[in-house]
């Protein structure tokens, strides 16, 4: 009888042993739970790393190279609310598409943004009324390049990537510093609150804007 009762409790500790050892386990895997999105912190830091080492040089045959092969701007999105064809004005030809790389996309719908970041790319593709592709422009945020003026890289590229201009082309910056207030972007407002001069001339809705 004693014996049995020995036995009990025996048995009733090291069950008792298995519980704590079990909550301690599941302490331990709630633990790596917590450390897993510093985990995901540190790979995303190593991905824009590697995207900045990838980017290109203030020079239009790197920058050519870039959206056409590194980072080929068809695969990029429209601007927001801009999707798809539209009509142009001039000097950019009849019709054109405007497409933004994920970097320049999250600036647009970021609050706080009334200028688009470091390494940003937009590139107008120019249409003919025809809908043959006369021309590309694009714009290229690089730090340094051109501080006074937006630090963009301006280039112009026929389709099969000859460059028309580049650099700092009088044009380019003189047409668009009309806006240099919205970070002389014509096509919408950077930061989704329509921080820039683009506010007062849009009618505002809310609403309707930059919903995806
Ligand atoms: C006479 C004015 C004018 C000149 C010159 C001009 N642009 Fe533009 N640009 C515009 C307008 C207006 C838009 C908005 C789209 C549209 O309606 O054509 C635009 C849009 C763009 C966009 C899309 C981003 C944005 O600002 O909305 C790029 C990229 C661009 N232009 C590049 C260039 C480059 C590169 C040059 C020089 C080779 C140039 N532009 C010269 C007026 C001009």
Redesign the pocket.
Known sequence: MRQGLILLMILLLSSLLVVSCGKKGKDMSEMAMEEAPAAEEVMSDADEITKMAAMPGADAGELWNFITETSPYKEWSY?PDYEGY?P??????AI?R?FVDEHGMANIADDMKSSMDNGVV???ENFMPDTTLAAL???YKVEGFNPEVGDWF???YSPDGTV??SGT?A??I???GG?AAND?????DVGADGAGDMEEEHEHDDDEKHED
Do not use: D, E, R
């Open positions: 601007w539209q142009g004005n001039s000097p950019h030809g054109l405007v937009i590139v107008k422009t694009v714009m301006w280039a112009k028309a201009a082309p044009g380019c003189g047409c668009h806006v002389y972007l014509f096509t919408g």
